[in-house]
T-cell receptor
Framework: SQKIEQNSEALNIQEGKTATLTCNYT??????LQWYRQDPGRGPVFLLL?????KEKRKERLKVTFDTTLKQSLFHITASQPADSATYLC??????????FGSGTRLSIRP | KAGVTQTPRYLIKTRGQQVTLSCSPI?????VSWYQQTPGQGLQFLFE???????NKGNFPGRFSGRQFSNSRSEMNVSTLELGDSALYLC??????????????FGPGTRLTVL
């Protein structure tokens, strides 16, 4: 079955470092991948979308890559801050099927 | 522009009861999706509606149903509640379904507790 896996359930890093989150997909060829941020008690908030024909996308301190050979997306937060602490969700979709979400990675940035 | 609204925000029910949750999408959005989120299972897709028609359905039992009205507002219903139905139910709206550029905007969710 189609599966989206975010390898790390939790990630703790020092403020100022780059946080790198991983999203892998199996039995699926998504047309795009999305990354969301979710704070406790709130709905996910869209951050970035990357299409299958794009290698990399940037937005301020955020960068996402899409490697169709490795079937993987990496999500980077540079110069991380405590305010970046949240759960980050990866989602994959195509025009033919529903969006599938990963289980999320809980990121904690310590001062 | 107002965001996605969900009512009620919190709900406590007992086993065997039924519940109806409501979602109002962003103005102009015609696609509404519902998700169940639990600590163990993450975000699980329930169903998606577009122009009052169910376009996709997840792997949930028939106790879970939904509908969409002509104004794009959507409701989901869960009958014969079970303890395992306790979860955060999220609604998301988008302009059109399945497009690569189409972002989903999530509501704050309804926290359902089944006792």
């Amino acid at each position: 079955s189609q599966k989206i896996e975010q390898n790390s359930e939790a990630l703790n890093i020092q403020e100022g470092k780059t946080a790198t989150l991983t999203c892998n997909y199996t039995n699926y060829s998504p047309a795009y991948l999305q990354w969301y941020r979710q704070d406790p008690g709130r709905g996910p908030v869209f951050l970035l979308l990357i299409r299958e024909n794009e290698k990399e996308k940037r937005k301020e301190r955020l960068k996402v890559t899409f490697d169709t050979t490795l079937k993987q997306s990496l999500f980077h937060i540079t110069a991380s801050q405590p305010a970046d602490s949240a759960t980050y969700l990866c989602a994959a979709g195509s025009s033919a099927s529903k969006i599938i979400f990963g289980s999320g990675t809980r990121l904690s940035i310590r001062p | 522009k107002a965001g996605v609204t969900q009512t009620p925000r919190y709900l406590i029910k007992t086993r065997g009861q039924q519940v109806t949750l409501s979602c109002s999408p962003i103005s102009g959005h015609r696609s509404v999706s519902w998700y169940q989120q639990t600590p163990g299972q993450g975000l699980q897709f329930l169903f998606e509606y577009f122009s009052e028609t169910q376009r996709n359905k997840g792997n949930f039992p028939g106790r879970f149903s939904g509908r969409q009205f002509s104004n794009s507002r959507s409701e989901m219903n869960v009958s014969t509640l079970e303890l395992g139905d306790s979860a955060l139910y999220l609604c998301a709206s988008s302009l059109t379904p399945g497009q690569a550029t189409d972002t989903q905007y999530f509501g704050p969710g309804t926290r359902l507790t089944v006792l």
